[in-house]
């Protein structure tokens, strides 16, 4: 290119970028400002295994952290305390009450036609039996519409809902709202097939929510071996009864936080990019992937910035919600407190897919924001995570979501997810040191690129 059709070229471009707000709409010009930038923090992320190290340190040393626990308390303080110490900025708790539900005792198992102790675990927020326990004639079901066809089967009977799964979103249906559906036909107590679509007689437990019209009978997950075992026998023609004890019980509402630390804006420091994921887990295994790692990597993503003297031009915030698991009360609790400053949330990133190997992000917001941040990924091709996908989010930002912020999450390897979800076998030998890393670099270059920009992320339209 000689030098007059480059200085031509130089003044159409300078035509075309009336201010410097428009700086990244010219192709290119985001891969020119940041490439640099992009690369010191993905360089830093994968140097070492410093995200998968914190990690173990926050599982192994607590365990897991359902909420009203010793473990998730004593992991908050250690956060806090570890994060004031790596001079991250404007690090404190933020106070959430959280239910405080507690599994107690339990078993179940086959009494009749022979006995076999069965693989359970409680359904979280689930009510308990009696002390004797409950035993009563099995009835299994593949569905809501076959439980409706055998409603005169029901009454006084334990429901197992033996339902394959298909996806995630389909299949915890039944975990959800089955108690509710077979108490409403007069059931004693709900079984429910493990939501996984892999198991090695891993039970999965999860939440239940209970219908305020119907009773409240007590929830358990079997595995996948026991209910096919049960379905089989049934399906024999034999007459099955089952004996489920569970000691779980909801005591008063615990105190909890929100952890939160900042990088604060150079120029804009009350514009914000959230992103994190959450504290609190199952009170099975060490709640490794779900979703220590997510919390973990976008602490990770933050910490780096800082360790690099990275500042923004506007505050990069993470936050690991509280009680995502029964109660939401986390994500809620945030954008109550934050309501008047969330016209200024520019994004808002969730990491809970588990911190496997990321191939880029899922977002959810207006088609300019879109094309803006399918630039910004780009800077993320030479770690293979440069593709956006439509539709992103997550349980703790969904509150602040609803009220306009945009919101993202990262597309990751998710072929193990569900083997592990919400099982004993939810631990750190689940996750491999290279993907945090790369997982920790995608969130930082992300979140620190669109915390620069010149302008804000357009958001859609007032409805
Ligand atoms: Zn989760």
């Not at 005792?105 to 004797?132: C, D, F, H, K, Y």
């Not at 936080?257 to 514009?271: I, K, M, Q, S």
Request: charged share 20%; proline share 6%.
């Amino acid at each position: 290119m000689n030098r007059l059709r480059l200085a031509t070229l130089a003044a159409c471009l300078l035509a075309a970028l009336p201010g410097p707000g428009q700086a990244q709409a010219r192709p290119g010009a985001i891969a020119a400002e940041y490439g640099a930038v992009a690369d010191r923090l993905i360089d830093a992320a994968i140097a070492d295994s410093a995200a998968w190290t914190k990690l173990a340190r926050l599982t192994d040393g607590f365990g897991p952290r359902l909420s009203g626990s010793e473990g998730l308390a004593r992991a908050i303080e250690w956060i806090l305390a570890e994060m004031k110490r790596e001079g991250l900025e404007s690090v404190r708790g933020e106070p959430v009450m959280v239910p405080h539900w507690v599994r107690g005792e339990e078993s179940a198992e086959l009494v009749r036609p022979r006995r076999q102790r069965l693989g359970m675990l409680g359904i979280g927020n689930s009510i308990g039996t009696p002390p004797e326990g409950i035993e009563a004639e099995l009835l299994v079901v593949s569905s809501f519409d076959e439980l409706q066809a055998r409603a005169a089967d029901v009454r006084g009977r334990i429901v197992l809902f033996d339902v394959p799964f298909t996806s995630y979103g389909q299949t915890v249906r039944y975990r959800v709202q089955g108690a509710s559906a077979a108490a409403r036909l007069g059931a004693a107590a709900v079984l429910v097939r493990s939501v996984t679509p892999h198991s090695l007689f891993t039970p999965h437990t999860g939440t239940l929510v209970y219908d305020s019209a119907a009773p409240r009978i007590p929830a358990a997950a079997v595995t996948v071996e026991d209910a096919a075992l049960l379905h089989r026998l049934q399906r024999n023609g034999e007459r099955l009864a089952v004996r489920l004890v569970m000691g779980a019980r909801m005591l008063p509402d615990a105190q909890s936080y929100n952890v939160v630390a900042e990088v604060r804006g150079r120029e804009l420091p009350d514009e914000v990019v959230v992103m994190g994921g959450h504290i609190d887990s199952w009170d099975v295994g060490q709640g490794a992937m779900d979703d220590g790692g997510g919390v973990v990597v976008a602490w990770e993503a933050l910490r780096l910035m800082k360790a690099l003297g990275l500042r923004p031009r506007r505050t990069v915030r993470v936050v690991m919600w509280t009680n995502e698991e029964n109660g939401g009360r986390g994500g809620t609790a945030y954008r109550d407190a934050h309501r008047a400053e969330l016209p200024a949330h520019v994004l808002a990133i969730e990491s809970d897919n588990g911190a496997f190997r990321p191939s880029g992000f899922g977002f959810t917001g207006s088609d300019a924001a879109r094309a803006r941040i399918t630039e910004v990924a780009r800077l993320l091709a030479r770690i293979g995570a440069d593709t956006v996908t439509a539709g992103g989010g997550g349980a703790d930002i969904g509150p602040i979501m609803q009220l306009g912020v945009p919101g993202m999450s990262p597309n990751v390897d998710g072929s193990r997810y569900f083997w592990y979800h919400h099982t004993d076998a939810d631990t750190m030998d689940k996750l491999d040191p290279r993907d945090m890393g790369l997982l920790t670099a995608a969130i930082a270059v992300m979140s620190y690129v669109v915390a620069d920009l010149p302008d804000a992320l357009p958001r859609a339209a007032a409805p």
